[in-house]
Each structure stands twice: as C-alpha cells, then as structure tokens.
C-alpha cells in the first residue's frame, strides 16, 4: 500500500478508537464530542443524523448522546 493510500484511507475507513472514557470531557455529553465532522454539504442535522446511524450500527440507543462519559459502560 503506497502512502497516498493509506493518507486516502485515514479517518474515512481506519480510525483510533480509544477503548477508555479518559479520553473523553467528564463535563461533556458524550452526543457532542462524537458528533460527525462537518462535511462541505449537509449541515447540523445531517451530522446529527450521521452520528445516529453509526450508534445504530454499533447496536448502541440513541439515549447515549445524552450520557456524560462515566455513564458509558468499558463496551460502549
């Protein structure tokens, strides 16, 4: 893989995924700090819908953008 693939690749389809809530804003609904980056199209609602189909995918309920971190369990 050539490194203008793995640049094309970064944060589309390969991503950190921290597996602690340490790396999360304790004073911060958790909705708002995972929210989806603004695209050059779409607004707010479009991000905010993004953000809950991939809860979906993760089978996660859309409840867990109003959790704080410690709310969340080591799995979420």
């Known amino acids: 893989m050539t490194q203008k693939d793995k640049e ?4 589309k389809e ?3 995924i921290p597996q602690s809530v340490n790396y ?6 958790v909705g708002h700090q995972i929210l989806v980056p603004q695209k050059a199209d779409g607004g ?3 991000r905010w ?7 979906e995918r993760y089978h996660l309920e859309h ?7 410690f709310q969340l369990s080591g799995g979420m």
């Open 8 to 11: 094309r690749m970064r944060g």
């Open 14 to 16: 390969i991503a950190l």
């Open 24 to 29: 999360l804003d304790p004073l911060m609904r």
């Open 44 to 46: 707010k609602k479009a």
């Open 49 to 55: 819908k993004k953000t809950r189909e991939i809860l």
């Open 63 to 69: 409840e867990v953008l109003k959790y704080f971190p």
